[in-house]
């Protein structure tokens, strides 16, 4: 998964006026954030075990497991990356997300 450089690590203040621009109601747009981060969440822990899975062993035990550098890591840049509500935050308000309404029909 790529993520961009402008992302922010760290939590920002958001002006509610930005964030429901485009929905016209904020519990939509947060809905969208949410659903939209709880993919990528799906998609950085599968790539992450799919990386880890590389260094496991069927015959590893607790007391014969080691520390492996390579798998460190890749451990540590997960851990540094921007927390996936932060990334679906920044694709809605650079406008890369697409969603639809569902409106019932009368």
């Known amino acids: 998964?790529?993520?961009?450089?402008?992302?922010?690590?760290?939590t920002v203040t958001r002006k509610l006026v930005d964030l429901d621009k485009e929905t016209?109601?904020?519990?939509?747009?947060?809905?969208?954030?949410?659903?939209?981060?709880?993919?990528?969440?799906?998609?950085?822990?599968?790539?992450?075990?799919?990386?880890?899975a590389d260094f496991s062993s069927p015959t590893d035990t607790m007391e014969e497991t080691f520390e492996n550098r390579e798998q460190i890591e890749?451990?540590?840049?997960?851990?540094?990356?921007?927390?996936?509500?932060?990334?679906?935050?920044?694709?809605?308000?650079?406008?890369e997300l697409f969603y639809k309404e569902n409106k019932p029909q009368a």
């Open 74 to 95: 890749i451990s540590r840049y997960y851990e540094r990356l921007p927390k996936p509500v932060l990334i679906a935050t920044e694709e809605f308000l650079d406008g």
């Open 1 to 10: 998964m790529e993520i961009k450089k402008s992302t922010p690590t760290n």
């Open 24 to 52: 016209g109601n904020i519990y939509e747009t947060v809905n969208i954030i949410a659903r939209r981060a709880n993919q990528i969440s799906t998609e950085l822990k599968a790539e992450l075990t799919r990386k880890l």
